[in-house]
Each structure stands twice: as C-alpha cells, then as structure tokens.
C-alpha cells in the first residue's frame, strides 16, 4: 500500500514570495506522482507529474517540483506566488501501472496575502 | 472538447434515502475512477472501472455503496439507506487505459467538478 503525508496543512504566504509545499511518500512499488491544485468551489487540476527521466518537473502556472527518491519526496515550489494561487494542493501517488488508482495526502491549503 | 462532467452539483437528501450520482466521462477514456473527499477523511478512493476488467471496489466504504458504468461510459454511484457521515463531496476522474500510446497523457486522471452531498 501507498500512504502520503504532506507536512503542512496550511501555509499563508505573501504575494509574489516563494512557496514551497511539502510532500513525502511511502511504497514498497515504484509510483508515479502528481500535484493536483482545487481552487475554491472547483474539481481537481493536475499542476505536474513525475512518471520517470529528470527529477525536476515543471508544470502549469510557474510551479515545479523535484522527486528525491532517496528522501521519497516530491516537494512543489513556486519562486513567486500571486494572489490568484490561493487554493488548495494535493499532492498524490500512484503505482506504476498506467490508470491506476490516485492516493492522496491531506491537502496543503496556501493563503495567498496582498 | 468536453471534460468530465457531473450531475447533480447539490444534493441534499434525508438520512436513510437512497441517491444515485452520475458522472460522464471524456469521450475516449476508458477508465473511469470515484472518489470522495470529506472533512474527516480528506480525498478517498472509492472505485475505479478499468475497460471491459472486473471493478476495483477496495475503496467502497459499506455495501451501502455500489457503483455501475454502463456501455463503457457514463457511471453511476449509489449509496442506499444514507447516513449522515456519507456528507461529502463525490469526485469523478476519467483517463486512458494503459498500453494506449498517448504519451504524455499516460496516468493523467482528469476531474470532474464534483456532487456536493449533504445527508440530514
């Protein structure tokens, strides 16, 4: 079984300083990763994703994130946050078969502050 | 094109009446997969339909819940006799099946906007 725990469940941060959100996994298969972000009264958009090649992943709306395998961990960063990144963010496993099923941390909420 | 897209939005129902969600996933996707997100239990799998293979139900909760997908496509969730810890917002995703060659695409499960389910 897969389990994710991402450290912080809420992390205010000022406009346009950088944010780092935390996110550690435990498998005994190899798993592929995500970051999902929800904005407020949406569904789930994937932001990134680590399937396999280079560690660093960068995904939609500046964010990217590095995979560390010897830590297990996928840690989402962003240099510069505006106000319109306030949401929530998930980051999630899954094994390495395409299509399977999608195991979630807690969520990391990010207030971003004017 | 259209994404993943569920109905109703808002459901509110009486502890011990039956609902039923729908989802409708993207055309051409062949997996389908629920999922609950709650203020207890933050995002949980439920069930993911994979083609024409037998349902991972290990997600389900209590036999309350059940799920079907019919002709490949649209699902639909039931929960029987509602209590009111089955409060939560219901989430569909829909992807490609592996061994499709859609490159990047691969593994991506795309999200619908959810059912938002309150239990009196």
């Known amino acids: 079984a897969q389990s994710v725990t991402q450290l912080d469940s809420q992390v205010p941060v000022f406009e346009e300083a950088p944010v780092e959100l935390r996110c550690n996994y435990s498998?005994?298969?190899?798993?592929?990763l995500f970051w999902y972000v929800q904005y407020p009264n949406q569904g789930l958009q994937l932001l990134l994703k680590?399937?396999?090649?280079?560690?660093l992943v960068k995904g939609i709306n500046g964010f990217e994130a590095e995979f560390n395998k010897s830590q297990t961990s996928f840690h989402l960063r962003k240099p510069s946050v505006h106000i319109s990144d306030t949401a929530e963010y998930f980051c999630?496993?899954?094994?390495?078969?395409?299509?399977?099923?999608?195991?979630f941390g807690g969520g990391t909420r990010v207030l971003v502050k004017p | 094109g259209a994404g993943v897209s569920q109905s109703p939005s808002n459901k509110v129902t009486e502890k011990g009446k039956d609902v039923e969600l729908r989802c409708d996933p993207i055309?051409?996707?062949?997996?389908l997969y629920w999922y609950r997100q709650s203020l207890g239990q933050g995002l949980e799998f439920l069930i993911y339909?994979?083609?024409?293979?037998?349902?991972?139900k290990s997600g389900l909760p209590s036999d309350r819940f059940s799920a079907e997908r019919t002709g490949g496509s649209v699902s639909t969730l039931t929960i029987q006799r509602t209590q009111q810890e089955d409060s939560a917002v219901y989430l569909c995703?829909?992807?490609?099946?592996?061994?499709?060659?859609?490159?990047?695409?691969?593994?991506?499960?795309?999200f619908g906007p959810g059912t938002r389910l309150t239990v009196l």
């Open positions: 995703a829909s992807s490609f099946l592996p061994g499709t060659a859609f490159g990047t695409l691969q593994n991506e499960q795309f």
């Open positions: 498998s005994s298969v190899s798993v592929y």
């Open positions: 680590y399937l396999s090649g280079s560690t």
């Open positions: 999630a496993v899954s094994k390495v078969a395409a299509g399977n099923k999608l195991t």
């Open positions: 055309s051409g996707h062949t997996a």
């Open positions: 339909f994979q083609g024409n293979s037998a349902p991972d």
